[in-house]
Protein backbone atom coordinates (compact mmCIF):
# COMPACT_ATOMS: atom_id res chain seq x y z
CA UNK A 1 0.00 0.00 0.00
CA UNK A 2 0.91 3.31 -0.76
CA UNK A 3 2.21 5.46 2.44
CA UNK A 4 -0.43 7.56 4.29
CA UNK A 5 0.43 10.81 3.44
CA UNK A 6 1.39 11.41 -0.47
CA UNK A 7 1.87 14.69 -2.12
CA UNK A 8 0.24 15.06 -5.74
CA UNK A 9 1.22 17.72 -8.15
CA UNK A 10 -0.38 18.80 -11.38
CA UNK A 11 0.62 20.76 -14.33
CA UNK A 12 -2.50 22.03 -15.54
CA UNK A 13 -2.75 23.77 -18.77
CA UNK A 14 -5.87 26.05 -18.37
CA UNK A 15 -8.05 27.02 -20.07
CA UNK A 16 -9.27 24.09 -21.45
CA UNK A 17 -10.24 20.36 -20.47
CA UNK A 18 -7.21 20.50 -17.99
CA UNK A 19 -9.33 22.01 -15.81
CA UNK A 20 -11.88 19.50 -15.60
CA UNK A 21 -9.50 16.56 -15.61
CA UNK A 22 -7.97 18.45 -12.34
CA UNK A 23 -11.23 18.53 -10.77
CA UNK A 24 -12.17 14.78 -11.56
CA UNK A 25 -8.51 14.00 -10.49
CA UNK A 26 -8.69 16.21 -6.72
CA UNK A 27 -12.71 14.52 -6.34
CA UNK A 28 -10.62 10.96 -6.31
CA UNK A 29 -8.17 11.76 -4.48
CA UNK A 30 -10.55 13.59 -1.67
CA UNK A 31 -12.65 10.28 -1.87
CA UNK A 32 -9.95 7.91 -0.48
CA UNK A 33 -10.41 7.67 3.08
CA UNK A 34 -6.79 5.76 3.91
CA UNK A 35 -4.80 7.67 2.33
CA UNK A 36 -4.52 11.42 2.94
CA UNK A 37 -3.16 13.25 -0.07
CA UNK A 38 -1.11 16.67 -0.58
CA UNK A 39 -2.21 18.29 -3.99
CA UNK A 40 -0.31 20.88 -5.53
CA UNK A 41 -1.43 22.59 -8.63
CA UNK A 42 0.12 24.55 -11.08
CA UNK A 43 -1.38 26.34 -13.87
CA UNK A 44 0.29 26.95 -17.19
CA UNK A 45 -0.72 28.90 -20.15
CA UNK A 46 1.63 27.49 -22.76
CA UNK A 47 2.47 23.71 -23.46
CA UNK A 48 6.22 25.03 -23.23
CA UNK A 49 5.72 25.62 -19.33
CA UNK A 50 4.40 21.94 -18.48
CA UNK A 51 8.08 20.08 -18.77
CA UNK A 52 9.30 22.92 -16.58
CA UNK A 53 7.01 22.79 -13.78
CA UNK A 54 6.59 18.65 -13.94
CA UNK A 55 10.68 19.13 -13.03
CA UNK A 56 9.71 21.32 -10.71
CA UNK A 57 7.15 19.96 -8.82
CA UNK A 58 8.99 16.75 -8.48
CA UNK A 59 12.02 18.36 -6.97
CA UNK A 60 10.37 20.45 -4.80
CA UNK A 61 8.82 16.68 -2.90
CA UNK A 62 6.15 15.56 -5.17
CA UNK A 63 5.59 11.63 -5.17
CA UNK A 64 4.07 12.23 -8.67
CA UNK A 65 2.81 14.51 -11.14
CA UNK A 66 -0.35 14.60 -13.37
CA UNK A 67 -0.24 16.28 -16.45
CA UNK A 68 -3.16 17.86 -17.90
CA UNK A 69 -4.66 19.70 -20.85
CA UNK A 70 -5.21 19.50 -24.40
CA UNK A 71 -2.94 20.59 -27.82
CA UNK A 72 -4.20 21.07 -30.79
CA UNK A 73 -1.12 20.64 -33.08
CA UNK A 74 -0.20 16.63 -32.73
CA UNK A 75 2.90 16.74 -34.15
CA UNK A 76 4.20 17.68 -30.42
CA UNK A 77 2.82 14.66 -29.21
CA UNK A 78 6.11 12.85 -29.30
CA UNK A 79 8.46 15.72 -28.13
CA UNK A 80 6.38 15.83 -25.06
CA UNK A 81 6.09 12.67 -24.13
CA UNK A 82 10.06 11.94 -24.85
CA UNK A 83 10.32 15.21 -21.85
CA UNK A 84 7.87 13.24 -19.61
CA UNK A 85 9.16 9.97 -19.85
CA UNK A 86 12.92 11.68 -19.27
CA UNK A 87 12.10 13.47 -16.33
CA UNK A 88 10.48 10.36 -15.07
CA UNK A 89 13.44 8.20 -15.71
CA UNK A 90 15.84 10.89 -14.06
CA UNK A 91 14.06 11.20 -11.01
CA UNK A 92 12.51 7.96 -10.16
CA UNK A 93 8.79 8.87 -9.74
CA UNK A 94 5.82 8.55 -12.09
CA UNK A 95 4.40 11.14 -14.11
CA UNK A 96 0.95 10.46 -15.65
CA UNK A 97 0.40 12.04 -18.93
CA UNK A 98 -3.12 13.28 -19.68
CA UNK A 99 -2.61 15.30 -22.21
CA UNK A 100 -4.54 15.35 -25.14
CA UNK A 101 -3.20 16.07 -29.29
CA UNK A 102 -5.69 17.08 -31.81
CA UNK A 103 -8.14 19.09 -32.83
CA UNK A 104 -11.16 17.88 -31.43
CA UNK A 105 -11.21 16.60 -27.60
CA UNK A 106 -12.84 12.88 -27.75
CA UNK A 107 -15.61 12.40 -25.11
CA UNK A 108 -15.20 11.90 -21.31
CA UNK A 109 -11.75 12.26 -21.94
CA UNK A 110 -12.29 14.88 -19.06
CA UNK A 111 -12.71 11.79 -16.79
CA UNK A 112 -9.12 11.03 -17.40
CA UNK A 113 -8.17 12.80 -14.32
CA UNK A 114 -9.83 10.53 -11.80
CA UNK A 115 -8.18 7.50 -13.77
CA UNK A 116 -5.00 8.72 -13.88
CA UNK A 117 -4.87 9.89 -9.88
CA UNK A 118 -5.67 5.99 -9.35
CA UNK A 119 -2.77 5.12 -11.41
CA UNK A 120 -0.09 7.53 -10.17
CA UNK A 121 -0.76 5.59 -6.54
CA UNK A 122 -0.63 2.42 -8.36
CA UNK A 123 2.79 3.21 -9.82
CA UNK A 124 3.78 4.58 -6.41
CA UNK A 125 3.41 1.09 -4.97
CA UNK A 126 5.40 -0.89 -7.86
CA UNK A 127 8.51 1.68 -7.57
CA UNK A 128 8.19 1.09 -3.84
CA UNK A 129 8.07 -2.53 -4.38
CA UNK A 130 10.72 -2.73 -6.88
CA UNK A 131 13.31 -0.39 -4.63
CA UNK A 132 12.71 -3.09 -2.04
CA UNK A 133 13.48 -5.93 -4.22
CA UNK A 134 16.61 -4.00 -5.75
CA UNK A 135 17.81 -3.57 -1.86
CA UNK A 136 17.08 -7.33 -1.44
CA UNK A 137 18.90 -8.24 -4.08
CA UNK A 138 22.30 -6.47 -3.89
CA UNK A 139 22.59 -7.69 -0.14
CA UNK A 140 22.49 -11.23 -1.62
CA UNK A 141 24.84 -10.46 -4.41
CA UNK A 142 27.68 -8.85 -1.81
CA UNK A 143 27.20 -11.98 0.59
CA UNK A 144 28.08 -14.32 -2.71
CA UNK A 145 31.38 -11.79 -3.67
CA UNK A 146 32.46 -12.11 -0.48
CA UNK A 147 32.31 -15.85 -0.28
CA UNK A 148 34.21 -15.62 -3.83
CA UNK A 149 36.95 -13.75 -2.10
CA UNK A 150 37.88 -16.23 0.46
CA UNK A 151 38.68 -18.73 -1.43
Do not use: W
Not at 21 to 47: C, R
Not at 58 to 63: I, Q, R, S, V, Y
Amino acid sequence: MVKKNIKIGMAVLKPGIGEKQEENAIQYLDSLQEIHTDVFVVAVTTMIELPLVTQELLGKGCDAVLVFGSCPLLDLRPVYEKHLIQISLRTQKPILNGLFFGKSTPSGFDKQGSILAEESLALMNLLKDLKQMKKKRVSSTKKKKKKLFKK
